[in-house]
């Protein structure tokens, strides 16, 4: 079946230090790649999202860059703060009808 | 706009019981869909619909059945709960499938 690969699991940085998370997909026509992020006990927010038709994308401190050919897709996020610190998860369009998801990423912003 | 609403918030059932887990948007949004998310297995795809009328099976499809008679209305079934279905399940909607989809508040079962 389908399959969105996340890595790493769980990423400790220093305030004011970058992170990335990197997701490979299986679906060669897949052409939506969405972030979210979850604080604990609530419900994923989308964060910024790419569509196949563009490479990078950027929202203030957060990127995500996509590389169709390899078939993978990484989230940037500069000068990280506390309030950072959340899971995030990659997912990627599965037929064009719904979203596949990775495992998540934990990321923990220390001050 | 309420947005993805979900009922109930909270659920304990026993083994063998059934019950069904409502999900309502109010955004007019065609594509709906169901996951459940387990510690460390992330959110995955129970099932999904692209329309009224029209359901399809996700990632994890047994055990669950669903039905889709209302755009605003997507209801996830538990026809014979096992303690294997103890999760949080999450329902979303988005207007189609390169749009932004919008997620419930989640509703937390526990099957003993």
């Known amino acids: 079946g389908e399959n969105v690969e996340q890595h790493p699991s769980t990423l400790s940085v220093q305030e004011g230090d970058s992170a990335v998370i990197k997701c490979t997909y299986s679906?060669?026509?897949?052409?939506?790649f969405p972030w979210y992020k979850q604080e604990l006990g609530k419900r994923p927010q989308l964060i910024i999202d790419i569509r196949s038709n563009v490479g990078e994308k950027k929202d203030q401190r957060i990127a995500v860059t996509l590389n169709k050919t390899a078939k993978h897709f990484s989230l940037h996020i500069t000068e990280t703060q506390p309030e950072d610190s959340a899971v995030y998860f990659c997912?990627?369009?599965?037929?064009?009808?719904?979203?596949?998801f990775g495992k998540g990423t934990t990321l923990s912003v220390s001050s | 706009n309420a947005g993805v609403t979900q009922t109930p918030k909270f659920q304990v059932l026993k083994t063998g019981q059934s019950m069904t887990l409502q999900c309502a948007q109010d955004?007019?949004?065609?594509?709906m869909s169901w996951y459940r998310q387990d510690p460390g297995m992330g959110l995955r795809l129970i099932h999904y619909?692209?329309?009224?009328?029209?359901?399809d099976q996700g990632e994890v499809p047994n055990g669950y059945n669903v039905s889709r008679s209302t755009t605003e209305d997507f209801p996830l079934r538990l026809l014979s709960a096992a303690p294997s279905q103890t999760s949080v399940y999450f329902c979303?909607?988005?207007?189609?499938?390169?749009?932004?989809?919008?997620f419930g508040p989640g509703t937390r079962l526990t099957v003993l």
């Open positions: 955004m007019n949004h065609e594509y």
């Open positions: 619909s692209v329309g009224a009328g029209i359901t």
């Open positions: 979303a909607s988005s207007r189609g499938d390169t749009d932004t989809q919008y």
């Open positions: 997912a990627a369009s599965f037929s064009g009808t719904a979203l596949i």
């Open positions: 679906d060669s026509a897949s052409n939506y």
